[in-house]
């Protein structure tokens, strides 16, 4: 892991550092002499979660991703069972049911969810890198679709288009053939409307 850590290109966090360093200040300059506590404490929190931010992306880094791949099920399995989660004992805001409260931080599943669909998709497709099968689109659909309803149903159009388009760059690393291509985005065209019409409730009656 150290050799790792000294390999890695750190001006690629001068920009993100300054950006989040910017940020602060200006929370901070903005709500320091403010009375309400929710408010006054945006900046303290923004530098924390920063720290931790840059943390985890280190950390990350100097993991080999390859190594993911024996934990992919699982990590898929977390990524699901959170987002069954919110369905059931999530906290609502502005008419959306999308964070898991912890009390001390609020998590947002959706967002594990991108991260997991991304390496349980890679782990299946390496099986088939050599040969696209129908088996192996049922199960990117298994995949993708159980996800994909969860979100919808928080409602969460943004990250449910997201969740759609990561699956697609992923199937694009794929060799298949034009005629693949074109269905896939025939596919994901009408999962996007069905999930735009879904998302507004607009119904054919």
Do not use: C
Request: proline residues 3%.
């Amino acid at each position: 892991m150290l050799k790792k850590l000294r390999g890695l290109d750190w001006s690629l966090y001068i920009l993100p550092i300054a950006l989040w360093l910017i940020g602060v200040s200006v929370l901070w300059s903005l709500t320091y002499a403010n009375v309400d506590h929710s408010i006054s404490s945006l900046a303290p929190k923004q530098f924390i979660y920063g720290i931790i931010g840059l943390s985890l992306s280190v950390v990350m880094a100097a993991i080999d991703y390859r190594s993911l791949r024996q934990f992919a099920w699982i990590i898929g399995l977390i990524a699901l069972i959170l987002l069954l989660a919110v369905e059931l004992f999530g906290t609502t805001s502005l008419g959306a049911t999308r964070w898991l409260d912890f009390k001390f931080f609020q998590l947002q599943p959706s967002e594990i969810a991108k991260i997991a669909l991304i390496i349980v998709l890679a782990t299946l497709f390496v099986q088939y890198i050599d040969r696209v099968s129908a088996k192996m689109f049922i199960l990117a659909s298994v995949i993708v679709g159980a996800p994909l309803f969860l979100v919808l149903k928080q409602p969460d159009l943004g990250t449910a288009i997201i969740l759609v388009l990561t699956s697609l760059g992923v199937l694009l690393s794929m060799r298949m053939k034009r005629m693949h291509y074109i269905g896939l985005t025939i596919v994901a065209g009408l999962i996007i409307i069905i999930g735009t019409l879904a998302y507004k409730n607009i119904t054919p009656f």
